[in-house]
């Protein structure tokens, strides 16, 4: 069973930086995309920024500039470096990854427990 393991959230001033970071956790044979998508209060869940295994990345227009992702593929780790933090940019982040749990046995939509981001104005 993969698991993701999440950290770095917390509480900053609006213009302040934080860093998130998502780890694997478990024996898998390959990560194919990893993400960081989030969920304010009374919306959908969004994605935030995505990476692929050759470092392919896409974002979300709202943090285009200011976020940046890079992940580490020989330790399956993914980092979501957040700058110039908006109040809007307040939700519940989540890390999500989808790939290979052995040869032949893909999964999808690994999902961690979510790490709370709160940017005071």
């Known amino acids: 069973q993969v698991q993701l393991v999440e950290s770095g959230g917390g509480l900053v001033q609006a213009g302040g930086s934080l860093r998130l970071s998502c780890a694997v956790s478990?024996?898998?044979?390959?990560?194919?995309?990893m993400g960081w998508y989030r969920q304010a209060p009374g919306k959908q869940r969004e994605l935030v920024a995505a990476?692929?295994?050759?470092?392919?990345?896409n974002y979300a227009d709202s943090v285009k500039g200011r976020f940046t992702i890079s992940r580490d593929n020989a330790k399956n780790t993914v980092t979501l470096q957040m700058n110039s933090l908006k109040p809007e940019d307040t939700a519940v982040y989540y890390c999500?990854?989808?790939?290979?749990?052995?040869?032949?046995?893909?999964?999808?939509?690994?999902w961690g427990q979510g790490t709370q981001v709160t940017v005071s104005s």
């Open positions: 999500n990854a989808a790939g290979k749990l052995y040869r032949y046995t893909p999964f999808s939509d690994a």
């Open positions: 990476i692929d295994s050759g470092g392919s990345t």
């Open positions: 478990g024996s898998v044979f390959s990560i194919d995309k």
